[in-house]
């Protein structure tokens, strides 16, 4: 069975250019989850589906991000501008439900913002 | 705020010692618990999950639940330089989505 696909795998590119990270997840799973992950403040949910529908973007640090999912096999985190502290790994999840099952991970996007 | 409190390590063992790894956590309601690995430069992994208070076994791998002293931990038992990555524990409360700890760094020396 496919995994959650994630890609690019990696992104480099300079201050002020948009950023868009795209994510498949397992097919049949109902929950889709953005996080980023950093040395300082280790993984951090930015936002959630279910159903597509967002259920909590509280996550979202600033309003230069922002994440969709208009079908239940896709869903962009875009950064527009990409500041330098954006620097960190982007993971996208997948699960069942939103509760008590557990989530698998893509390989994530390594993203550097120079 | 729930929080889930791991030592960030490193919690270096011996080859084929039992590595332990544990996980205290706020919120006493919580429900389901996670034991994640990441191996540096990849993405967590899930490699046991426990509902219940007691021990669940899984190869190699014990998880432990204390619901009463709010704790988990991970056994790993004959611990292989392999197993040297960052294990973190998450777990479910209330209705948030999964609450996942800054991890553990586990060096096993061959």
Not at chain 2, 32 to 52: A, C, D, N, T, V
Not at chain 2, 96 to 106: A, D, Q
């Amino acid at each position: 069975d496919a995994g959650v696909i994630q890609s690019p795998r990696h992104e480099v590119t300079e201050m002020g250019q948009e950023v868009t990270l795209r994510c498949k997840p397992i097919s049949g799973h109902n929950s889709l989850f953005w996080y980023r992950q950093t040395m300082m403040r280790g993984l951090e949910l930015l936002i959630y589906f279910n159903n597509n529908v967002p259920i909590d973007d509280s996550g979202m640090p600033e309003d230069r991000f922002s994440a969709k999912m208009p079908n239940a096999s896709f869903s962009t985190l875009k950064i527009q501008p990409s500041e330098p502290r954006d620097s960190a790994v982007y993971f996208c999840a997948s699960s069942e439900s939103t509760r008590n099952q557990p989530q698998h991970f893509g390989d994530g996007t390594r993203l550097s913002i120079l | 705020q729930k929080e889930v409190e791991q030592n960030s390590g490193p919690l270096s063992v011996p080859e084929g010692a039992i590595a332990s790894l544990n996980c205290t956590y706020s919120d006493r309601g919580s429900q389901s618990f996670f034991w994640y690995r990441q191996y540096s430069g990849k993405s967590p992994e899930l490699i046991m999950f426990i509902y219940s208070n007691g021990d669940k076994e899984d190869g190699r791998f014990t998880a432990q639940l204390n619901k009463a002293s709010q704790y988990v931990s991970l056994l790993i038992r004959d611990s292989q330089p392999s197993d040297s990555a960052t294990y973190l524990c998450a777990l479910f409360s209330g209705n948030t989505p999964l609450v996942f700890g800054k991890g553990t760094r586990l060096s096993v020396i061959a």
